[in-house]
């Protein structure tokens, strides 16, 4: 069965950085389109940067600079490297893919979800 284990996240100090890694279990194939997203309990879960199979990244304003999004798709798995971490980063993590197979659709449909990862950032 096809499942998103995620690893990484944790507490850390403003400044500090942290990498969170997601492995793509039973694929077959590379998923179209990896990606991170994070939730605040009570806001709207909020993209935070996406990858697609070929390499075309997209970053949240707020993460630009900071954040690195990378994919082995040899192994399957999705990193995010976070770096210069602040207060506001504190979230729960979550990785996705869209499962299709290919490149070139118009839209992404994250249709899989990992377990979700909890980063806290201290000032």
């Known amino acids: 069965q096809v499942r998103l284990v995620q690893s990484g996240g944790g507490s850390v100090q403003a400044g500090g950085s942290l990498r969170l890694s997601c492995a793509a279990r039973?694929?077959?194939?590379?998923?179209?389109?990896m990606g991170w997203f994070r939730q605040v309990p009570g806001k709207e879960r909020e993209e935070v940067a996406i990858?697609?199979?070929?390499?075309?990244?997209r970053y949240a304003d707020s993460v630009k600079g900071r954040f690195t999004i990378s994919r082995d798709n040899a192994k399957n798995t999705l990193y995010l490297q976070m770096n210069s971490l602040k207060p506001e980063d504190t979230a729960m993590y979550y990785c996705?893919?869209?499962?299709?197979?290919?490149?070139?659709?118009?839209?992404?449909?994250?249709?899989?979800w990992g377990q979700g990862t909890q980063v806290t950032v201290s000032s």
């Open positions: 990858i697609e199979n070929y390499g075309t990244t």
């Open positions: 039973a694929y077959t194939y590379s998923p179209y389109c």
């Open positions: 996705a893919a869209d499962s299709r197979d290919g490149s070139g659709y118009s839209d992404y449909v994250f249709d899989h």
